[in-house]
């Protein structure tokens, strides 16, 4: 039996054998590899890497939760871009997808990831000093139980409030439409200020009975009811 002590040392094999624990043991901790979004469920986001295609391994398509509050929801779609980024346990009891409680036990390295966006240089442009929130179909501002909400779309805008809606400024409120302004409440309308000026093209219309206290000085007033001046 031939002796190969002297063609490879054992400091060299000592070395090599070494090298491949740590690289075994580094292969199966979590990664952190970019990716984009195939589908979203929810707040739960399927992946796939975006990796060059002649690596050494085809990985699979991943669904991971999205990072970030509850209470604020991003618009993520197919397509958009970002990476996971791995946490050191299961994070399927805090993410709802699976009960099994964290432990320190190993993970597969692609089981405990997070989705996380990022900038692009071809996001559209922004006043940097202001926060911008926008989406493809509008923005949804409301409480926990939507007791009160305003929504933003691409044709309108909707607010809606259990209690009250105050608009309070400190020169003007200004209120414009190319067609109609419409009002409509269940209860008497108070409007006070020291003076109100009501100017039209054309006419003024009041349909009801109208009591005025004071002076009425009018070119053409046409009212279908009883008008009081008192």
């Known amino acids: 039996m031939s002796d190969n002590t002297y063609k490879t040392p054992l400091n ?11 690289d075994a043991a580094n292969a199966m901790n ?21 990796l060059k295609t ?10 991971v939760p999205l990072a970030g ?19 050191s346990a299961s994070l399927s009891a805090m993410s709802g997808q699976g009960d099994n409680a964290s ?24 006043d940097i000093s202001a926060v911008t929130i926008y989406a493809p179909n509008g923005v949804v ?3 926990t139980e939507s007791k009160s909400t305003i929504t933003l779309t691409p044709e309108n805008i909707t607010g809606h409030a259990k209690t009250t809606i105050a608009l309070t400024a400190g020169t003007s409120i200004t209120l414009h439409s190319d067609k109609t302004i419409s009002i409509d409440a269940t209860n008497p ?9 009501l100017n039209a093209s054309s006419k003024i219309n009041l349909n009801s009975d109208v009591s005025i206290s004071g002076t009425l000085d009018a070119h053409d007033v046409n009212v279908s009811g009883v008008l009081t001046v008192t």
């Open 12 to 22: 060299n094999s000592l070395n090599i054998f070494a090298d491949g624990k740590i």
């Open 30 to 50: 979590g990664k952190s590899l970019p990716c984009s979004v195939v589908s979203v469920q929810g707040a739960m986001i399927t992946v796939k890497f975006e």
């Open 54 to 63: 002649d690596t050494t391994y085809t990985l699979p398509q991943v669904t």
């Open 69 to 87: 509050a509850e209470y604020i929801r991003y618009p993520i779609k197919e397509g958009d871009k970002g990476f996971v980024t791995s946490a």
């Open 103 to 126: 432990s320190l036990v190993l993970q597969g390295n692609l089981s405990a990831l997070v989705f996380i966006p990022f900038g692009n240089v071809n996001w559209s442009e922004v």
């Open 141 to 143: 501002l409301r409480d």
């Open 189 to 197: 309308i108070t409007i006070t200020a020291p003076t109100i000026n």
